[in-house]
């Protein structure tokens, strides 16, 4: 048992998908994975196997690679985080959103010529007095003004929170990942390769909302995971204290507050983009999947039905209304000014063009008391939600943007965007040693680590195999969680969409790459040729990942490169 617990391809709670039948010890079929040996050896019982695993390893140590992990990520994060100094890309809007919200507590429309006004550090007079239409939550935003407040505004204030997301995104990776195969190695490879990715290196080092909303998903999709082991210990034990005797609806566990966690880490993802409501709906369901699965386990008859009463239920209200709750809390700065809302907006371009009708709260009498004048500003965030919600599904089939992606090629990276260039930079000039008939140039490219993104692609049709096949719930979990993250932007592609809005599938593909990884070098300690060609594989991997970062880290940067480096990085036709 100590040999599987140290092992990188163990699971901490219960390694097959659980299955009806005996209770007492049987021989594994193909696939399974959860008894002591090899397979073919004795499973035990499933009350047996729904015990989490002891680890044998120094959670200390843990979590100091963890940090360590962290640290290096937010240090390449942070590296120049000012430069270019300038608005790149729509940090143009959030960036002055932020700041608005900070200076008013709502976000006001800005004068002409406010962006060259902001980067001389002249920072008065740059908003009018009327409300701005946004068309996103407010909680990205909040944790933008952070970085404002700490560091002023200009471009290493407004970057700051997303370096440090970045930073911490990576750090619970790391965690995610130990968790899920109790080995501390494999979670650091995987919070390497996240912290080794350009896309989310790019995305942590501007002012945009998509850093944000990936870390939210990973940290209530690591809460799952610890609920299904915790959730499973305490009903496992509840079942041992009925002396053997399996309840007709089994055990039952009303507060699970890992599960509240991910309620409260998925409200915040809401209150940033909309599109977390997505991973929501998916993770909701596997959880139901999961539960039902440990009923069936322990010999419960017609378990889906009655996990939905004694599971769903409680689940829905934890994860759910959780994030309602939390969603409508995180949009407390607009209700405050919600009259302003109301006099300015609720018959704005937005509403006409929609044709929509005009507020109810903007032409009735103003309600009185703080209950009645709380239900009137939720009735306007309701109207206004109506308004956004027209805005964001109108028919655009004539629009175009230069960057937009089809999400069929987002996995293998076929259009990135360039978030910001200097081109035409003459030899002599800010240190260009380019030959004299060339140029040099600077250019923020928003783009993955090629290795990475397409191994992770391969991981992804591995992992459908995995789940179904080896009935390995870990890959499930990574195959929910990424197509829940892209299936809905390729289902709704009428409208310009953009590659990074794909940033947040890459951690799921990471969790698939790093499962894949742990069985390559297989449960053995001991040497072994298998064991040596594993590790050869991964290795060579992850040793590719990062000399393409290596390699990459210019245009990533805002480096300097003469235009012949330049093209030796621009593979493909589409990247320009």
Excluded at 53 to 72: H, K, N, Q, T
Excluded at 122 to 140: A, N, R, W
Excluded at 493 to 502: H, N, Q, V
């Amino acid at each position: 048992m100590a040999a599987a617990v140290e092992s990188a391809d163990v699971s901490p709670v219960v390694a097959p998908e659980e299955r009806a039948g005996p209770r007492e010890p049987t021989r594994a079929a193909p696939g399974d994975r959860g008894g002591p040996g090899e397979p073919g050896g004795p499973v035990p019982p499933a009350r047996d196997r729904a015990r989490p695993l002891a680890r044998l390893e120094d959670p200390l140590i843990g979590w100091v690679a963890a940090a360590a992990v962290a640290v290096l990520a937010f240090a390449l994060r942070v590296w120049r985080l000012g430069n270019p100094r300038e608005f790149s890309f729509d940090e143009t809007y959030y960036a002055k959103d932020a700041w608005s919200m900070l200076q008013h507590g709502y976000v006001r429309d800005y004068v002409d010529g406010a962006n060259e006004r902001i980067l001389e550090g002249d920072l008065t007079g740059l908003f009018q007095d009327e409300p701005s239409m946004i068309v996103h939550p407010e909680v990205g935003k909040w944790l933008i003004a952070l970085g404002e407040q700490a560091f002023g505004f200009e471009p290493f204030g407004w970057r700051f929170a997303s370096a440090v997301a970045g930073a911490l995104m990576v750090l619970a990776l790391v965690r995610l990942v130990r968790r899920l195969t109790g080995s501390t190695m494999l979670g650091c490879v995987a919070g390497l390769l996240l912290c080794f990715d350009g896309m989310q290196l790019v995305l942590s080092r501007l002012a945009l909302l998509d850093v944000f909303l990936a870390m939210f998903l990973v940290l209530a999709a690591s809460c799952l995971v610890a609920d299904r082991e915790w959730t499973r210990a305490r009903l496992s034990a509840r079942l041992a204290s009925a002396a053997g005797e399996v309840p007709r609806w089994g055990p039952r566990v009303w507060f699970r507050p890992w599960l509240l966690g991910a309620g409260i880490w998925f409200g915040l993802a809401l209150g940033t983009k909309w599109s977390a409501i997505y991973p929501l709906a998916a993770f909701g369901l596997l959880v139901w999947a999961w539960d039902s699965g440990f009923r069936r386990s322990i010999g419960v008859r017609w378990p889906v039905l009655r996990s939905a009463v004694l599971d769903g239920v409680p689940a829905f209200v934890h994860l759910v209304v959780v994030a309602g709750l939390v969603y409508t809390v995180s949009w407390t700065g607009w209700l405050l000014h919600a009259g302003e809302y109301e006099e300015h907006l609720s018959q704005s371009q937005y509403t006409v063009h929609l044709d929509g009708d005009p507020w109810p709260t903007s032409v009735e009498p103003d309600a009185e008391g703080f209950v009645g004048e709380t239900w009137q500003s939720l009735r306007s965030l309701y109207h206004y939600h109506r308004d956004v919600y027209q805005f964001h599904t109108e028919d655009l089939d004539d629009s175009t943007h230069v960057y937009a992606s089809d999400p069929a090629g987002w996995l293998l990276l076929a259009r990135p965007v360039g978030v910001n260039v200097e081109s035409d930079i003459a030899p002599g000039t800010q240190g260009c040693r380019a030959p004299a008939e060339s140029t040099c140039l600077r250019e923020v490219l928003l783009i993955g680590t090629p290795v990475l993104w397409w191994g992770g692609a391969l991981a992804l049709a591995y992992a459908a195999v995995a789940w179904l096949g080896m009935r390995d719930w870990r890959f499930g979990f990574a195959l929910v969680g990424a197509v829940s993250l892209w299936l809905p932007w390729e289902l709704n592609d009428d409208r310009p969409i953009f590659l990074f809005y794909a940033s947040a599938v890459l951690p799921f593909t990471i969790v698939a790459l790093t499962l894949i990884m742990g069985h390559l070098l297989g449960r053995a300690r001991a040497p072994s040729s298998r064991r040596t060609i594993g590790t050869i594989v991964a290795g060579s991997f992850f040793v590719l990942v990062l000399l393409n970062f290596a390699w990459f880290w210019p245009i990533w940067t805002n480096g300097l490169l003469t235009r012949d480096e330049w093209l030796d990085r621009i593979w493909f036709s589409r990247w320009i």
